[in-house]
T-cell receptor, first 107, second 124 residues
Protein backbone atom coordinates (compact mmCIF):
# COMPACT_ATOMS: atom_id res chain seq x y z
CA UNK A 1 0.00 0.00 0.00
CA UNK A 2 1.12 3.56 -0.64
CA UNK A 3 1.68 5.42 2.62
CA UNK A 4 0.60 9.05 2.72
CA UNK A 5 2.56 11.14 5.21
CA UNK A 6 0.72 14.38 5.78
CA UNK A 7 2.15 17.21 7.85
CA UNK A 8 1.57 18.92 10.11
CA UNK A 9 -1.14 16.93 11.88
CA UNK A 10 -2.51 20.18 13.26
CA UNK A 11 -1.77 23.87 13.16
CA UNK A 12 -3.02 27.07 14.74
CA UNK A 13 -3.26 30.09 12.50
CA UNK A 14 -4.90 33.49 12.36
CA UNK A 15 -7.27 34.90 9.78
CA UNK A 16 -5.16 36.24 6.94
CA UNK A 17 -2.25 33.85 7.49
CA UNK A 18 -0.69 31.81 4.70
CA UNK A 19 -0.96 28.09 5.44
CA UNK A 20 0.87 25.22 3.75
CA UNK A 21 0.11 21.53 4.22
CA UNK A 22 2.38 18.85 2.79
CA UNK A 23 1.68 15.30 1.72
CA UNK A 24 4.45 12.84 0.86
CA UNK A 25 3.75 9.49 -0.79
CA UNK A 26 5.83 6.36 -0.26
CA UNK A 27 5.84 5.71 -4.03
CA UNK A 28 5.52 8.05 -6.97
CA UNK A 29 1.91 8.66 -7.97
CA UNK A 30 2.45 11.09 -10.83
CA UNK A 31 -0.18 13.81 -10.38
CA UNK A 32 -2.89 11.58 -8.90
CA UNK A 33 -3.43 13.39 -5.62
CA UNK A 34 -6.58 15.16 -4.51
CA UNK A 35 -7.20 17.45 -1.54
CA UNK A 36 -10.38 17.43 0.56
CA UNK A 37 -11.73 19.72 3.25
CA UNK A 38 -13.90 18.30 6.01
CA UNK A 39 -15.85 20.23 8.62
CA UNK A 40 -17.20 18.51 11.75
CA UNK A 41 -20.29 16.43 11.08
CA UNK A 42 -20.01 16.84 7.31
CA UNK A 43 -18.78 14.78 4.41
CA UNK A 44 -15.48 15.81 2.84
CA UNK A 45 -15.52 18.34 0.03
CA UNK A 46 -13.14 18.05 -2.91
CA UNK A 47 -10.96 21.12 -3.33
CA UNK A 48 -8.25 20.15 -5.79
CA UNK A 49 -7.46 17.34 -8.22
CA UNK A 50 -5.27 16.26 -9.87
CA UNK A 51 -2.59 17.83 -7.74
CA UNK A 52 -3.10 21.43 -8.80
CA UNK A 53 -6.47 21.89 -10.53
CA UNK A 54 -8.99 23.81 -8.44
CA UNK A 55 -12.48 22.34 -8.26
CA UNK A 56 -15.15 24.63 -9.71
CA UNK A 57 -16.50 26.95 -7.03
CA UNK A 58 -13.51 26.64 -4.71
CA UNK A 59 -12.01 30.03 -3.79
CA UNK A 60 -8.80 30.97 -5.54
CA UNK A 61 -6.97 31.37 -2.22
CA UNK A 62 -6.62 27.58 -2.32
CA UNK A 63 -3.89 26.16 -4.52
CA UNK A 64 -2.16 22.84 -4.96
CA UNK A 65 1.18 21.84 -6.37
CA UNK A 66 3.50 18.89 -6.69
CA UNK A 67 4.02 15.67 -8.54
CA UNK A 68 5.70 12.35 -7.97
CA UNK A 69 5.98 11.97 -4.21
CA UNK A 70 5.56 15.45 -2.75
CA UNK A 71 2.46 17.58 -2.82
CA UNK A 72 1.33 20.77 -1.12
CA UNK A 73 -1.94 22.51 -0.41
CA UNK A 74 -1.64 26.24 0.23
CA UNK A 75 -4.23 28.64 1.54
CA UNK A 76 -2.91 32.07 0.68
CA UNK A 77 -5.00 34.06 3.16
CA UNK A 78 -6.88 32.01 5.73
CA UNK A 79 -10.53 32.89 6.14
CA UNK A 80 -12.86 32.02 9.06
CA UNK A 81 -14.69 29.41 6.95
CA UNK A 82 -11.39 27.59 6.22
CA UNK A 83 -11.01 26.24 9.74
CA UNK A 84 -11.44 22.53 9.11
CA UNK A 85 -9.51 19.29 8.63
CA UNK A 86 -7.76 18.74 5.31
CA UNK A 87 -6.91 15.36 3.76
CA UNK A 88 -4.82 14.34 0.80
CA UNK A 89 -5.75 11.25 -1.22
CA UNK A 90 -3.76 9.24 -3.75
CA UNK A 91 -6.12 7.75 -6.33
CA UNK A 92 -3.90 5.80 -8.65
CA UNK A 93 -2.73 2.67 -6.79
CA UNK A 94 -5.02 0.28 -4.95
CA UNK A 95 -5.97 0.60 -2.20
CA UNK A 96 -6.54 4.32 -2.51
CA UNK A 97 -5.08 5.89 0.61
CA UNK A 98 -5.58 9.12 2.53
CA UNK A 99 -3.21 11.18 4.58
CA UNK A 100 -3.86 11.28 8.32
CA UNK A 101 -5.39 14.75 8.09
CA UNK A 102 -4.36 18.27 9.13
CA UNK A 103 -6.62 20.10 11.54
CA UNK A 104 -6.47 23.85 10.99
CA UNK A 105 -7.52 25.68 14.15
CA UNK A 106 -8.00 29.29 15.09
CA UNK A 107 -5.07 30.91 16.90
CA UNK B 1 -28.42 18.63 -8.56
CA UNK B 2 -26.41 15.56 -7.71
CA UNK B 3 -27.49 13.99 -4.43
CA UNK B 4 -26.51 10.83 -2.61
CA UNK B 5 -28.86 10.07 0.29
CA UNK B 6 -27.86 7.33 2.69
CA UNK B 7 -29.84 5.20 5.11
CA UNK B 8 -30.01 5.99 8.79
CA UNK B 9 -27.79 5.15 11.73
CA UNK B 10 -27.75 1.63 13.08
CA UNK B 11 -26.54 -0.17 16.19
CA UNK B 12 -25.33 -3.73 15.71
CA UNK B 13 -23.99 -6.44 17.96
CA UNK B 14 -20.56 -7.97 17.39
CA UNK B 15 -20.72 -10.70 14.77
CA UNK B 16 -23.75 -9.23 13.05
CA UNK B 17 -23.99 -7.82 9.54
CA UNK B 18 -25.12 -4.42 8.30
CA UNK B 19 -26.43 -3.15 4.97
CA UNK B 20 -26.14 0.55 4.15
CA UNK B 21 -27.97 2.08 1.21
CA UNK B 22 -27.06 5.07 -0.94
CA UNK B 23 -29.76 6.50 -3.23
CA UNK B 24 -28.45 8.57 -6.12
CA UNK B 25 -30.31 11.31 -7.95
CA UNK B 26 -29.58 14.26 -10.20
CA UNK B 27 -27.43 12.32 -12.66
CA UNK B 28 -27.47 9.05 -14.60
CA UNK B 29 -26.75 6.44 -11.93
CA UNK B 30 -25.21 3.92 -14.33
CA UNK B 31 -22.72 6.48 -15.64
CA UNK B 32 -20.51 6.95 -12.57
CA UNK B 33 -18.65 4.64 -10.24
CA UNK B 34 -19.73 4.59 -6.58
CA UNK B 35 -17.10 4.36 -3.85
CA UNK B 36 -17.44 3.60 -0.15
CA UNK B 37 -15.25 5.30 2.45
CA UNK B 38 -15.43 5.01 6.21
CA UNK B 39 -14.30 7.16 9.12
CA UNK B 40 -13.97 5.88 12.68
CA UNK B 41 -14.85 8.40 15.41
CA UNK B 42 -12.20 11.11 15.57
CA UNK B 43 -10.09 9.32 12.96
CA UNK B 44 -9.15 9.70 9.32
CA UNK B 45 -10.70 8.38 6.12
CA UNK B 46 -10.38 4.83 4.84
CA UNK B 47 -11.26 3.75 1.28
CA UNK B 48 -13.22 0.48 1.10
CA UNK B 49 -13.75 -0.07 -2.61
CA UNK B 50 -15.79 0.82 -5.67
CA UNK B 51 -18.77 -0.44 -7.61
CA UNK B 52 -19.51 0.03 -11.29
CA UNK B 53 -23.30 0.55 -11.28
CA UNK B 54 -23.55 -0.25 -14.97
CA UNK B 55 -21.86 -3.65 -14.98
CA UNK B 56 -21.94 -4.50 -11.27
CA UNK B 57 -18.16 -4.80 -11.36
CA UNK B 58 -16.37 -4.27 -8.09
CA UNK B 59 -12.92 -3.63 -6.60
CA UNK B 60 -12.55 -4.08 -2.84
CA UNK B 61 -9.71 -2.96 -0.61
CA UNK B 62 -7.88 -6.05 0.60
CA UNK B 63 -8.60 -5.15 4.23
CA UNK B 64 -12.31 -5.70 3.61
CA UNK B 65 -12.29 -8.30 0.86
CA UNK B 66 -13.51 -11.19 3.00
CA UNK B 67 -16.36 -9.27 4.64
CA UNK B 68 -17.67 -6.69 2.18
CA UNK B 69 -20.14 -6.84 -0.70
CA UNK B 70 -21.09 -3.87 -2.85
CA UNK B 71 -24.20 -4.16 -4.98
CA UNK B 72 -26.72 -1.96 -6.74
CA UNK B 73 -30.32 -1.80 -7.89
CA UNK B 74 -30.44 0.20 -11.08
CA UNK B 75 -34.25 0.36 -11.01
CA UNK B 76 -34.11 2.43 -7.82
CA UNK B 77 -30.69 4.03 -8.49
CA UNK B 78 -29.46 2.74 -5.16
CA UNK B 79 -26.08 1.33 -4.19
CA UNK B 80 -25.60 -0.94 -1.20
CA UNK B 81 -22.75 -1.79 1.14
CA UNK B 82 -22.93 -5.07 3.05
CA UNK B 83 -20.41 -5.64 5.83
CA UNK B 84 -20.39 -8.90 7.80
CA UNK B 85 -18.78 -10.22 10.99
CA UNK B 86 -18.85 -6.81 12.61
CA UNK B 87 -16.57 -5.93 15.50
CA UNK B 88 -16.13 -2.79 17.56
CA UNK B 89 -13.39 -1.77 15.10
CA UNK B 90 -16.13 -1.32 12.48
CA UNK B 91 -17.79 1.46 14.47
CA UNK B 92 -17.58 4.35 12.03
CA UNK B 93 -19.41 6.68 9.70
CA UNK B 94 -19.77 5.06 6.30
CA UNK B 95 -19.89 7.34 3.26
CA UNK B 96 -20.80 6.61 -0.33
CA UNK B 97 -19.24 8.93 -2.90
CA UNK B 98 -19.60 9.37 -6.65
CA UNK B 99 -16.51 8.58 -8.64
CA UNK B 100 -15.31 8.77 -12.20
CA UNK B 101 -17.62 8.52 -15.19
CA UNK B 102 -17.58 4.92 -16.44
CA UNK B 103 -16.21 6.03 -19.80
CA UNK B 104 -13.05 7.12 -18.00
CA UNK B 105 -10.51 5.18 -15.99
CA UNK B 106 -11.86 4.79 -12.47
CA UNK B 107 -8.57 6.07 -11.11
CA UNK B 108 -8.66 9.20 -13.25
CA UNK B 109 -11.23 11.04 -11.12
CA UNK B 110 -11.54 10.81 -7.35
CA UNK B 111 -14.82 11.28 -5.51
CA UNK B 112 -16.71 14.50 -6.11
CA UNK B 113 -20.16 14.24 -4.49
CA UNK B 114 -20.62 12.43 -1.18
CA UNK B 115 -23.54 11.08 0.80
CA UNK B 116 -24.25 12.49 4.23
CA UNK B 117 -22.77 9.46 5.96
CA UNK B 118 -24.30 6.61 7.98
CA UNK B 119 -23.17 6.00 11.56
CA UNK B 120 -22.77 2.31 12.34
CA UNK B 121 -22.15 1.50 15.99
CA UNK B 122 -21.05 -2.01 16.95
CA UNK B 123 -21.61 -2.68 20.61
CA UNK B 124 -22.69 -5.56 22.80
Amino acid sequence: DIQMTQSPSSLSASVGDRVTITCRTSQAVSYAVAWYQQKPGNAPKRLIYPASTLQSGVPSRFSGSGSGTEFTLTISSLQPEDFATYYCLQHTNYPWTFGQGTKVEIK
Amino acid sequence: QVQLVQSGAEVKKPGASVKVSCKASGYTFRDHYIHWVRQAPGQGLEWMGWLNPNSGGINYAQNFQARVTMTRDTSTTTAYLDLTSLSSDDTAVYFCARGAPRVALVSAVPFDFWGQGTMITVSS
